[in-house]
């Protein structure tokens, strides 16, 4: 089983920006989200994936991902997912020897920056940069497939803190 083990944490300013390696920009959709799984679709550039990922709130739950026709995703996110669509910049940042994942939300998420890191185990020592600040991991709203269903444009003050 395919498991994926990560940190999100909100950022409090733009130092991240002079440390960009890549972008990429993402759309993607959810063709089913219910209490055990998530179906995504998602298209990153030119590359199209579908996805299934588990529903456990926490650091680690179970994903997979398999490659699909670019035009088959095309279609599936115009005709057959979810409204509103997750649309981003995914930015690549090097830190403490781990590539950091920074989203830029655009759309109905405009706004809302968060980055990620992946790690191998749930007890593996990183370096957080000076840019991350609350964690939030563990708080489902700041999870794509929440902002679907309740965009950050919609969010009070109070909810675009953490806690």
Avoid at 26 to 48: E, F, T
Wanted: glycine share 8%.
């Amino acid at each position: 089983m395919a498991t994926e083990i990560e940190h999100k944490f909100l950022i409090v300013n733009d130092e991240w920006r002079e440390q960009i390696i890549r972008s990429v920009e993402y759309r993607q959709g959810y063709l089913s989200n219910n209490k055990s799984a998530s179906v995504r679709i998602r298209i990153a550039g030119d590359i199209a994936n579908i996805n299934v990922k588990g529903m456990t709130v926490g650091l680690q739950r179970p994903e997979y991902e398999y490659p699909i026709p670019l035009a088959d995703a095309n279609e599936m996110l115009d005709q057959l997912c979810l409204r509103p669509m997750i649309e981003k910049i995914r930015h690549f940042v090097e830190y403490g020897g781990k590539i950091w994942e920074i989203d830029e939300f655009s759309g109905d998420n405009a706004g809302l920056i968060v980055a990620e890191i992946e790690l191998e185990s749930v007890d593996e020592a990183f370096d957080i940069p000076g840019w991350a600040g609350d964690d939030v991991s563990g708080i489902e709203r700041y999870y794509n497939v929440a902002l679907v269903q309740y965009p950050y444009a919609q969010w009070s003050t109070e909810e675009r803190c953490p806690g």
